[in-house]
């Protein structure tokens, strides 16, 4: 996005003063690779929302196995320029998630990265699985945690990293994460349509209204996320976890038929055990 931080800025702008004219909250948060995330871009950041910005910064591991997945055109790595662009931002300043993206090739990979990023008490970094999709090839496929392995893979992560995935890190959870699942949330295109899901933006079928178009109405689209039953889902109906995770990730469920199980159905009886001893 920050490819285009001139829009960015005169939207942000222009969002936040329609909601100090009409007595609503407004908070500024973005998702970005972090190649761009300069001390000047951060500098009118805050110029633009005083209050500060929540910064999602994706990576793929280390050094090594980022730049082999994620170079420029010129066959330069991005990870370097990265790491500085995050060691420029005050810990006061704005609050950075790095997100490290995990398959069984990086995984051993998570550790480094949290010493390398997390001695600022601004950034913190949590590790999140890569997802199957249609569109990788069979290597990409066969390298990502399959559906049955995500307990393996997050036992691995917790040997490594126990304060993260303590009893109270487990818990520390929230009803329907997922701003689809959310009422007031919607995904806005360059064209005006709204959807749910991020996944769906730009696919004008899947829209359920359009601001410039006030006769555009289809709420089937809204109600399949708003509306869920998660209790009438196979494999959810008889998760004592259920409550923490609102079933995971509704378009996953819908297009692959398979639940983004949370870690916590796999890591809770571990931890209370390490914790608290077996009784």
Request: with cysteine; charged share 25%.
């Amino acid at each position: 996005p920050l490819l285009r931080w001139d829009l960015i800025s005169s939207l942000t702008q222009d969002m936040r003063s329609l909601c100090i004219d009409h007595g609503v909250g407004y908070s500024s948060a973005i998702i970005t690779n972090g190649y761009l995330l300069s001390a000047d871009i951060v500098r009118q950041m805050l110029e633009l929302d005083p209050q500060g910005w929540t910064i999602q910064v994706t990576i793929d591991g280390d050094q090594k196995h980022h730049d082999d997945r994620r170079r420029l055109m010129s066959g330069e790595g991005t990870f370097s320029v990265i790491a500085s662009n995050l060691s420029s931002i005050r810990m006061d300043e704005i609050k950075v998630a790095v997100r490290v993206n995990i398959d069984k090739c990086n995984i051993g990979e998570f550790e480094k990265v949290k010493e390398q990023f997390e001695f600022q008490q601004n950034v913190y970094c949590y590790a999140t699985p890569i997802t199957i999709e249609k569109t990788q090839n069979t290597a990409q496929v066969s390298a990502c945690y399959s559906h049955c392995e995500h307990g393996t893979m997050w036992r691995k992560l917790a040997d490594t990293d126990a304060k993260s995935f303590s009893v109270s890190a487990l818990l520390d959870g929230q009803l329907s994460v997922c701003s689809a699942e959310h009422f007031y949330s919607a995904v806005i295109d360059p064209a005006g349509y709204m959807y749910k899901c991020l996944d769906e933006a730009g696919r004008s079928e899947h829209a359920y209204a359009n601001l410039l178009d006030p006769d555009l109405s289809r709420p089937e689209w809204q109600v399949k996320y708003t509306g869920r039953d998660v209790f009438g889902e196979n494999e959810c109906s008889d998760c004592p976890c259920l409550p923490l995770c609102h079933g995971g990730c509704f378009a996953q469920f819908e297009t692959q038929g398979t639940h983004k199980c949370a870690p916590v159905k796999f890591l809770l009886e571990d931890a209370l055990v390490k914790e608290y001893g077996q009784t």
